[in-house]
């Protein structure tokens, strides 16, 4: 299929590929060189980069405590996009891993990533996280951690909250990491060159991540962490860690990008 046939939202996956390969991920810098679209347009440059680095690294890092808790569990990567997530993180003998997008993603997934060694253990599937059948369709008899990365804040909050239920409703036990913006990132968002080039729209504000726990009973936030807080953001370029240090002195500011784990 051709790349730029995506839809806006789908095409933000070339953002955090070609942050990846900025990154010095050798897979996703293979995917790039393979794939016939302008990755100049996007502008993703060392701060960008670095900021989807610094996200990664966190959803890894809980990612990897969960399986060291659950031994047996299901990992599910709700709009993987071309994430490499599946190849550079060790998972055990009892993991199972779904990776899942929309039907054309999926097919540029198949055709320009390879399966993780284990591909008894892994699943690409094609389906939507909006889709209540097609969730109640994915296998819930272990403890399961569900990553949604970059997909939350392209939803409505109608949407959103919908699709948090169902996930919560479905699977038994587990947890939920996915990443929120607020209003003042909607704001400024036609000033990202990388949202702005994919004509991508950023629509569910919050900066109040406590009030996810009334989605569902039981839904219960563990951790927030805006962006500006991580520890990571020390390696950033100078000019990005200055804006962000800029950036937490306000309150609006502060909480314009956060990082959410909740357990259910």
Request: aromatic residues 10%.
């Amino acid at each position: 299929m051709q790349p730029d046939t995506l839809s806006s939202t789908e095409q933000t996956l070339f953002v955090t590929l070609k942050a990846r390969q900025l990154l010095g991920d050798s897979l996703a810098a293979a995917v790039v060189e393979q794939i016939d679209y302008d990755f100049d347009r996007l502008q993703v440059g060392s701060l960008v980069a670095g900021v989807i680095g610094l996200r990664s690294a966190l959803f890894d890092k809980w990612i990897r405590d969960f399986l060291t808790r659950y031994s047996h569990a299901n990992v599910i990567h709700l709009a993987c996009g071309l994430d490499t997530r599946p190849h550079r993180i060790s998972w055990g003998d009892s993991v199972r891993w779904i990776d899942v997008d929309l039907p054309d993603v999926v097919d540029l997934r198949r055709e320009f990533m390879p399966e993780p060694s284990r591909a008894n253990q892994y699943s690409l599937m094609a389906g939507s996280a909006l889709d209540s059948a097609f969730i109640q369709s994915l296998q819930n008899d272990r403890p399961t951690i569900i990553v949604i990365e970059g997909l939350v804040p392209y939803l409505t909050t109608s949407e959103g909250e919908a699709m948090i239920a169902d996930l919560c409703g479905h699977f038994k036990t587990g947890e939920l990491i996915f990443d929120i913006t607020n209003w003042y990132t909607t704001l400024i968002e036609r000033l990202v060159g990388s949202i702005k080039h994919t004509k991508a729209k950023l629509r569910w504000m919050s900066d109040k991540p406590k009030n996810l726990e009334k989605v569902h009973p039981g839904l219960t936030l563990l951790e927030a962490h805006p962006l500006c807080t991580l520890d990571g953001v020390r390696n950033l370029p100078l000019g990005g860690r200055i804006f962000l240090w800029l950036q937490s002195l306000i309150p609006f500011t502060r909480y314009s990008a956060q990082y959410l784990r909740l357990a259910f």
